[in-house]
């Protein structure tokens, strides 16, 4: 089988004297969807920020496509992995298509203008997140859901090998929220999400890395890494795994 495209080995962070991340493994195959779920402050951003190659461990290692994240230029890394915060900051005049060509800078050489070529996978971004209607529009008179979906055009637009998705599907309502996956599915797009829709991830990833207190619980298929009991383990509540009457979907719900 051909090496992971991702392979991140004994990664350790702290903020200063808090400890946010311990001895965290992952790797991602070529077309792999993985789940990174846990409960606030469990350090799934703190790990996006690391595969990224925008904060360097402690301990451990990085490898993209056979190279270490963290000894290559920042243009290469942005062809390599494209990076979806949490929290995007962007200038609220900012147009959606400006926003979305940003996506394009790591191809771009000096301060040349977009080519025919960054437009088109501009436009083709947007259309894949279905917001073509809205390019000309300022960033800021949107709405949050909205926003969010320019933001991962922008992403999507960066045509990196690797997406690094933290809380893509957040503000994004049920029908956009799983289109998003489908069409990730669909493109064979390589990438680590973070969600915390447990439904999401127990139904559309090849595997989910369960986080809880900056350790791995568990880092499998859905249905063996999400359980009743690491999902009590790692988020401290009682819950019920349903399923659909076809078997097709699974949840999990509050047991009180
Ligand atoms: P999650 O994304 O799972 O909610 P984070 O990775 O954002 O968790 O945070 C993990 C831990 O690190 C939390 O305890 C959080 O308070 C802390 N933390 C996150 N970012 C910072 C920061 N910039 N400075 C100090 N502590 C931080
Ligand atoms: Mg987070």
Redesign the pocket.
């Given at each position: 089988m051909a090496e992971p495209l991702l392979i991140a080995e004994g990664l350790s962070f702290s903020y200063g004297e808090r400890c946010a991340l311990q001895d965290v493994a992952l790797d991602v195959r070529e077309n792999e969807l993985v789940a990174i779920v846990g409960p606030n402050g469990s350090g799934?951003?703190t790990l996006c920020r690391l595969l990224a190659g925008l904060r360097v461990p402690s301990t451990g290692s990085v490898q993209v496509a056979g190279s270490d994240i963290f000894r290559t230029t920042a243009r290469e890394r942005a062809r390599r992995v494209a990076y979806l915060p949490?929290d995007l900051q962007v200038p609220f005049e900012t147009s959606v298509l400006e926003l979305v060509l940003l996506g394009r800078l790591s191809w771009q050489e000096g301060l040349a203008l977009a080519t025919d070529d960054d437009l088109a996978r501009a436009n083709r971004a947007l259309e894949f997140v279905g917001i073509a209607d809205l390019a000309a529009r300022p960033y800021g008179a949107l709405s949050g859901g909205e926003r969010r979906r320019a933001a991962i055009a922008m992403v999507l637009a960066q045509s990196a090998r690797l997406m690094v998705l933290?809380?893509p599907a957040n503000a994004l309502d049920l029908r956009h929220a799983w289109d998003l996956l489908a069409r990730l599915r669909e493109q064979q797009a390589t990438a680590v999400v973070?969600v915390h829709d447990l439904a999401l991830a127990s139904s559309c990833f090849d595997r989910a890395l369960l986080l809880a207190k900056g350790r791995v619980v568990t880092f499998d298929a859905p249905q063996i890494a999400l359980t009743e009991a690491t999902i009590e383990a790692a988020y401290g509540i009682a819950v019920h795994r349903v399923t659909t009457a076809d078997g097709g979907r699974v949840g999990f719900l509050p047991r009180a």
């Open positions: 799934k951003s949490q933290d809380e973070v």
